[in-house]
């Protein structure tokens, strides 16, 4: 039977302690909040020629046939940046790259996924993710994928960022080909692949090619411990074909997660991610170790760990306040000033407002903000 919630794997709960959970990321999540997939932009790109005159009716229809989403993206942009529409092509990038603002509040799963405590890695290149991210932890050129500084509080992007630098992207076939051979990157990839506990997020059959191609370029010979985990969502009776899916997968050490999709569809994923979140930070040992790292340089002021500890405590409020509570207590609070001033942890608006007592109108209480103890310090 295919459950709406898959256990949590005891081997990712290990690596989310060990630090070697790496999380991939693919089209089907930014699918969740609005964005359309390859497959979406591939259809648009047909039209837009067709519009421009670049095809004709006929041409169109016989590229609509083509299920390669790549080949038809590759074949578009030749024929835009022919006819001198080369931003009309990225106009068309942009476009199918923007989210749905309801959704965005509804059910915003890169707010779940950020708590999974993994290594980030995504093959799309949307922005959606950044703003769980410091400007300098985010990774999408080519030559800074540097496999002996891998850093599980970063994002990387191997596919590059539109918003970053539009020619750092990779929708071409000799794009892919260009990136996937260059060494030090697939030094990269094959380290995650041999020393990290894979979990693939968002990877559907629109996606099977890249993912085909990244499991068995870089995935380790010897695959007979079930390492890494892809989620699937299946219909409820699909337990044959969720089976077959299983025997492929397990052929190359992959262990598929299956969900259940008929009453919430692919928003399903979002209700897992959830989930976990809750059970993998009730059982791991992540808190006690972000503790640890703040002990360890908050005496000790230098940029690199510093930036470390700004990533860790953006988006968590547990350890946010462990280390103010830390950094009044320091005897060298100065170095620390400047950055968090930067970064706007002093900003007045950030000031809790006084809240009214549930039970008793007119009496009200004023919580306490985290960054006075450390103001006071200084």
Same mark, same amino acid.
């Given at each position: 039977?295919?459950?709406?919630?898959?256990?949590?794997?005891?081997?990712?709960?290990?690596?989310?302690?060990?630090?070697?959970?790496?999380?991939? @990321?693919?089209?089907?999540? /930014?699918?969740? *909040?609005?964005?359309?997939?390859?497959?979406? $932009?591939? =259809? &648009?790109?047909?039209?837009?020629?067709?519009?421009?005159?670049?095809?004709?009716?006929?041409?169109?229809?016989?590229? @609509?046939?083509?299920?390669? /989403?790549?080949? *038809?993206?590759?074949?578009?942009?030749?024929? $835009?940046? =022919? &006819?001198?529409?080369?931003?009309?092509?990225?106009?068309?990038?942009?476009?199918?790259?923007?989210?749905?603002?309801?959704?965005?509040?509804?059910?915003?799963?890169?707010?779940?996924?950020?708590?999974?405590?993994? $290594?980030?890695?995504?093959?799309?290149?949307?922005?959606?993710?950044?703003?769980?991210?410091?400007?300098?932890?985010?990774?999408?050129?080519?030559?800074?994928?540097?496999?002996?500084?891998?850093?599980?509080?970063?994002?990387?992007?191997?596919?590059?960022?539109?918003?970053?630098?539009?020619?750092?992207?990779?929708?071409?076939?000799?794009?892919?080909?260009?990136?996937?051979?260059?060494?030090?990157?697939?030094?990269?990839?094959?380290?995650?692949?041999?020393?990290?506990?894979?979990?693939?997020?968002?990877?559907?059959?629109?996606?099977?090619?890249?993912?085909?191609?990244?499991?068995?370029?870089?995935?380790?010979?010897?695959?007979?411990?079930?390492?890494?985990?892809?989620?699937?969502?299946?219909?409820?009776?699909?337990?044959?074909?969720?089976?077959?899916?299983?025997?492929?997968?397990?052929?190359?050490?992959?262990?598929?997660?299956?969900?259940?999709?008929?009453?919430?569809?692919?928003?399903?994923?979002?209700?897992?991610?959830?989930?976990?979140?809750?059970?993998?930070?009730?059982?791991?040992?992540?808190?006690?170790?972000?503790?640890?790292?703040?002990?360890?340089?908050?005496?000790?002021?230098?940029?690199?760990?510093?930036?470390?500890?700004?990533?860790?405590?953006?988006?968590?409020?547990?350890?946010?306040?462990?280390?103010?509570?830390?950094?009044?207590?320091?005897?060298?609070?100065?170095?620390?000033?400047?950055?968090?001033?930067?970064?706007?942890?002093?900003?007045?608006?950030?000031?809790?407002?006084?809240?009214?007592?549930?039970?008793?109108?007119?009496?009200?209480?004023?919580?306490?903000?985290?960054?006075?103890?450390?103001?006071?310090?200084?």
């Amino acid at each position: 039977m295919i459950p709406k919630i898959p256990k949590v794997r005891p081997q990712i709960v290990e690596a989310v302690n060990n630090g070697t959970l790496a999380v991939f @990321i693919g089209a089907g999540v /930014s699918r969740l *909040i609005g964005c359309k997939g390859w497959d979406g $932009l591939a =259809k &648009n790109l047909i039209d837009r020629c067709f519009r421009e005159q670049i095809i004709n009716f006929r041409e169109k229809e016989s590229l @609509i046939q083509n299920n390669d /989403s790549k080949k *038809i993206i590759t074949i578009c942009y030749y024929l $835009l940046e =022919k &006819n001198g529409l080369k931003e009309v092509f990225f106009k068309e990038l942009e476009n199918s790259l923007k989210a749905d603002e309801e959704l965005l509040k509804s059910q915003n799963i890169y707010d779940e996924l950020y708590q999974l405590r993994g $290594l980030f890695i995504t093959t799309n290149i949307d922005d959606h993710f950044h703003i769980k991210f410091e400007p300098t932890r985010i990774i999408y050129k080519e030559q800074d994928f540097n496999p002996s500084n891998i850093d599980r509080n970063k994002l990387y992007h191997i596919h590059g960022c539109l918003k970053k630098d539009r020619n750092s992207i990779v929708f071409t076939v000799p794009q892919y080909i260009k990136r996937y051979n260059n060494p030090i990157f697939r030094a990269f990839l094959e380290k995650i692949f041999a020393e990290y506990t894979v979990l693939f997020i968002g990877y559907g059959m629109a996606e099977f090619e890249l993912l085909d191609f990244l499991i068995t370029k870089f995935n380790p010979k010897d695959k007979k411990e079930l390492k890494h985990f892809i989620l699937l969502p299946f219909y409820r009776g699909e337990e044959r074909i969720l089976e077959f899916e299983q025997y492929y997968y397990r052929s190359m050490g992959i262990e598929v997660l299956s969900y259940e999709k008929d009453e919430k569809g692919y928003g399903q994923l979002y209700e897992v991610i959830k989930e976990w979140n809750r059970e993998i930070n009730q059982i791991s040992t992540y808190l006690y170790d972000t503790y640890k790292e703040i002990d360890d340089v908050i005496d000790d002021y230098a940029k690199d760990k510093a930036e470390k500890i700004f990533q860790i405590i953006k988006n968590d409020e547990a350890p946010r306040d462990y280390f103010f509570k830390k950094l009044a207590l320091t005897s060298n609070p100065f170095p620390w000033l400047e950055p968090l001033k930067e970064r706007g942890y002093f900003d007045p608006q950030n000031n809790p407002r006084p809240q009214e007592v549930s039970n008793k109108k007119g009496y009200f209480i004023m919580p306490y903000w985290n960054v006075l103890g450390y103001l006071e310090n200084v």
